[in-house]
């Protein structure tokens, strides 16, 4: 089993900057990717960015040179770093993490953001 819990979220103007984190616990040695996923009123979840054990990184066209995914493995902690936020990036944030050698991930509760015009 493993734990997700995000924190960072919150408010902020446009043009503003939000860092999220998402710390794991439980079966750390197990995790292979980690990513933050998010999901608008209305709207599917979608991929945000994600990162593996070894620092490689895929990112969606959306926030490409605005979002940066980083991962501290010591601190089992992965982090979402957010500039030049827009109105449209307003959504709850999930963090994910997917496990080696199986199709099992997990899922943390979500964490808010805002962004106000």
């Known amino acids: 089993q493993v734990q997700l819990v995000e924190s960072g979220g919150g408010l902020v103007q446009a043009g503003g900057s939000l860092r999220l984190s998402c710390a794991a616990s439980?079966?750390?040695?197990?995790?292979?990717?980690m990513g933050w996923f998010r999901q608008a009123p209305g709207k599917q979840r979608e991929l945000v960015a994600q990162?593996?054990?070894?620092?490689?990184?895929n990112y969606a066209d959306s926030v490409k040179g605005r979002f940066t995914i980083s991962r501290d493995n010591a601190k089992n902690t992965v982090y979402l770093q957010m500039n030049s936020l827009k109105p449209e990036d307003t959504a709850v944030y999930y963090c994910?993490?997917?496990?080696?050698?199986?199709?099992?991930?997990?899922w943390g509760k979500g964490t808010l953001v805002t962004v106000s015009s």
């Open positions: 990162i593996t054990p070894v620092g490689s990184t």
């Open positions: 994910n993490a997917d496990i080696y050698a199986t199709v099992m991930e997990y």
């Open positions: 439980g079966s750390i040695s197990s995790i292979n990717t």
